[in-house]
């Protein structure tokens, strides 16, 4: 079971629902039930027995609750020791963060009157601190539910058929009580056909059926060969994702692409197959080193490129909190929502940097990472934009040096040029005969998608 608490007001029924559906489980909300059961509202159970008589009526109802999947608290419900015991020995306890004072109280302005003890955000701050697992933030997105924060993937890969990374499973497998069904070599060398097929032969001995779920535990690799591989099976089973690098927090974990890379391209055989829900638990970057850090880095570089307002700031340096993570994310949420197909247009700009950098990756066999490919890319793209006069001169520079600043590379890898590359980008996904669409970076906020044919025009 998991039990749902949080200042009023941060959205404890409202994920409740959405999580439950998510899981195929019951949800109740507990002041609801109190409600019902009682034929009274919270209000007139305030004014007319106090609020130690509406504690009671927590404690009562809670008792008496058999096995149900999601429970929104309230509030307060916690703050008795008895209350918490029993949540304790049930289940799990997700504390939602608290949503910003103005937030807050918007929030609950449009709610008046229904919630009697109003804001007790900052008087119960000590007391929601004291919560380890913890939901920053969260995101419908289509068919996926995305949860951000901390302490979380425990309680959803427990009792699951895993596929994990095989470093990942060296690391987190005992900590988190899991057995994998199967593990994927760490690396983009091994994103192929044969290693989906390999899966598909895992969930054949695990006995994976219609209606079961699979999850898949590692980076980005490991969610696209999981994702295609469960969008394949028996035409198609849910998979939940929990990504566990940086990258795949902010990058491959949502937007319901799966795939794998051909000889002759990267990611040119797959399918769009959203996870039901992918849980983002900052706890996995505690291990990650540095290299793969800045990977995720990049991506969120990217992000702050596309995003009008985000400025030059970025990140650089230090590991992202799981709300800063959340908020980066929210940049490519907003551009799924809107071309969830890649059938509008806007979905492109997420390929800003990565008509180039899925060259170098390609071209040196993946020795470059795909974060320090993404930054190479931007760069190199930024420099076509001002050739083109559609930023200005400096642009590529200062982009260059934002890169820099968090430590990854700005200029093409010793041997390789623009020129080298364009047979490679040639079989971009996103070309119409020999032209290619580029989002190129001309500036902060401003990414514009420009056809370029690269059988009669020089980079």
Known sequence: MIFLTGAPASGKTTLGRRLATALGVSFVDLDAEIVRSTGRTIPDV???????????????????????????????????????????????????????????????GAAAGTRPLGDRAKERAAHYASFPSRVSAWFDLDDSLVLCGKGLARTFLAARSVVADATVSSIWSERLGLAPIATIPSGETHKTIGTVSALWGAFARAGLGRKDVVAALGG??????????????????????????????????????????????????????????????????????????????????????ISVGTGPEGYSGNVPTSREIAQNLAVKVEIVRADPFERLGRRILLNCGHTVGHAVEKATNY???????????????????????????????????????????????????????????????KRAGSVVTFALPCGWGDVRAVPIDLAKEAL
């Open 46 to 108: 305030f004014a007319s027995d106090g609020e130690a008589a509406f504690r009671d009526l927590e404690t009562q109802t809670l008792a008496r609750l058999g096995d149900v999947g999601v429970i929104a608290l309230g509030g307060g419900t916690l703050l008795r020791a008895e209350n918490r015991r029993l949540c304790e020995a049930r289940g799990t306890i997700f504390c939602l963060d608290t949503p910003s004072d103005a937030e807050l109280a918007r929030r609950l």
């Open 220 to 305: 980005g690799v490991t969610g696209d060969l999981t994702g295609f591989a469960a969008a394949t099976w028996m035409r198609g089973i849910d998979w939940i994702n929990v990504p566990t690098t940086l990258l795949a927090m902010v990058d491959a974990s949502t937007g319901g692409k799966t795939g794998c890379d051909l000889p002759e391209g990267k990611n040119l055989a797959g399918a769009f197959h959203a996870p039901r829900l992918v849980v983002i638990d900052s706890d996995f970057l505690s291990t990650l080193p540095p290299d793969r850090l800045r990977d995720g880095q990049a991506e969120m570089i990217k992000h702050t490129i």
């Open 367 to 429: 020795a470059v990472s795909h974060g320090a490919a993404v930054a190479i890319g931007c760069v190199e793209e930024a420099w076509i934009a001002a050739r083109r006069g559609l930023s200005p001169s400096e642009w590529p520079e200062t982009l260059a040096a934002r890169f820099a600043a968090a430590g990854l590379p700005t200029a093409l890898p010793e041997g390789l040029s623009l020129a080298s590359l364009v047979p490679l980008m040639q079989g971009d996904k």
